[in-house]
């Protein structure tokens, strides 16, 4: 199971930190993903972690902007979104997969999402 949390409303430039818990999976044996889809779009990928940390993946429109993190311990990951922009705005979910891969049907496991608004 995977909780996604921390989404808001927040103005252009501004930041937030969204979190996804996880439970229940094979304690620290996949890979995490966070994933958005805006209002009449398709998901799309928008950051990923090895189980390690040592892999990082970020699609182009937020590098430098997004920061995703893990912590083994607490069966948790974090994505640091900064310097937001209106077009961020989306629902949020977190994903897992074996794999270290940005493709979204490798994804198993998803939470619910958190909405994300982003205003100019």
């Known amino acids: 199971q995977l909780q996604a949390s921390g989404g808001g409303l927040v103005q252009a430039g501004g930041s937030l930190r969204l979190s996804c818990a996880a439970s229940?999976?094979?304690?620290?044996?996949?890979?995490i993903g966070w994933f958005r889809q805006a209002p009449g779009k398709e998901r799309a990928f928008v950051a990923a972690?090895?189980?390690?940390?040592?892999?990082?993946s970020y699609t182009d429109s937020v590098k430098d902007r997004f920061t995703i993190s893990r912590d083994n311990a607490k069966n948790m990951a974090s994505l640091q979104m900064n310097s937001l922009k209106p077009e961020d705005t989306a629902v949020y979910y977190c994903?897992?997969?074996?794999?270290?891969?940005?493709?979204?049907?490798?994804?198993?496991?998803w939470g619910q999402g958190t909405q994300v608004t982003v205003s100019s």
């Open positions: 994903a897992t997969t074996l794999y270290q891969t940005t493709l979204i049907h490798e994804y198993d496991f």
């Open positions: 229940g999976l094979p304690r620290s044996t996949y890979a």
């Open positions: 972690i090895s189980r390690s940390g040592s892999w990082t």
